[in-house]
Antibody
Framework: QLQLQESGPGLVKPSETLSLTCTVT??????????WGWIRQPPGKGLEWIGC???????YYNPSLKSRVTMSVDTSKNQFSLNLTSVTAADTAVYYC????????????WGQGTLVTVSS | QSALTQPASVSGSPGQSITISCTGT?????????VSWYQQYPGKAPKLMIY???NRPSGVSNRFSGSKSGNTASLTISGLQAEDEADYYC??????????FGGGTKLTVL
């Protein structure tokens, strides 16, 4: 059964870099035609697409975050990662990773999510 | 890119049918059959309910159905049950090769 699990610091200081990793179990990232994505949700607010990555390294980012976002994949560890630089309080959110279809036309399954708070 | 427009809330009584709309533009909803719907309970991760406008993943009740007309997609839940009370989000692929979500709709079962 495919499962995804986010991991990383729960607290990040303003202006620093938020780094999260998503570990995939039950399927190989590199042996599929799927994409892998990050989505976030500020407390009490809606979902926001951050971006998606293919195992080859091809990336697609939300234009509003593109200047601060980098995604990468480590096929040897079956993980993909998110880096978000120069964070502010507005980046406080639950961050989810999920498997995606080729046109981000679906996300399934999702990780349980991890809350990242930006505060000094 | 602007968020897709959903009603903030809808409500219905058990057994009734409700419809949640999701309005975009020709650059997203209207231009592609890549609309999805997600159900989210408080404190939980979203769950895929409908993809590619009207397809149901395995295990999702056939009480959930999706459709699209022009720039507006819709999620219909028939035979409303108490367990359907949740937040619902739509999403669409866009002409910029990005994804946009709707603002979310809170469904209350009266």
């Amino acid at each position: 059964q495919l499962q995804l699990q986010e991991s990383g610091p729960g607290l990040v200081k303003p202006s620093e870099t938020l780094s999260l990793t998503c570990t995939v179990t039950g399927a190989s990232i590199s042996r599929s035609t799927y994409y892998w994505g990050w989505i976030r949700q500020p407390p009490g607010k809606g979902l926001e697409w951050i971006g998606c990555i293919y195992y080859s390294g091809d990336t697609y980012y939300n234009p509003s975050l593109k200047s601060r976002v980098t995604m990468s994949v480590d096929t040897s560890k079956n993980q993909f990662s998110l880096n978000l630089t120069s964070v502010t309080a507005a980046d406080t959110a639950v961050y989810y990773c999920a498997r995606s279809g080729k046109y981000w036309n679906w996300f399934d399954p999702w990780g349980q999510g991890t809350l990242v708070t930006v505060s000094s | 890119q602007s968020a897709l427009t959903q009603p903030a809330s809808v409500s219905g009584s058990p057994g009734q049918s409700i419809t949640i709309s999701c309005t975009g533009t020709t650059s997203d909803v209207g231009g592609y059959n890549y609309v999805s719907w997600y159900q989210q309970y408080p404190g939980k991760a979203p769950k895929l309910m409908i993809y590619d406008v009207s397809n149901r993943p395995s295990g999702v009740s056939n009480r959930f159905s999706g459709s699209k007309s022009g720039n507006t997609a819709s999620l219909t839940i028939s035979g409303l049950q108490a367990e359907d009370e949740a937040d619902y989000y739509c999403s669409s692929y866009t002409s910029s090769s990005t994804l946009v979500f709707g603002g979310g709709t809170k469904l209350t079962v009266l």
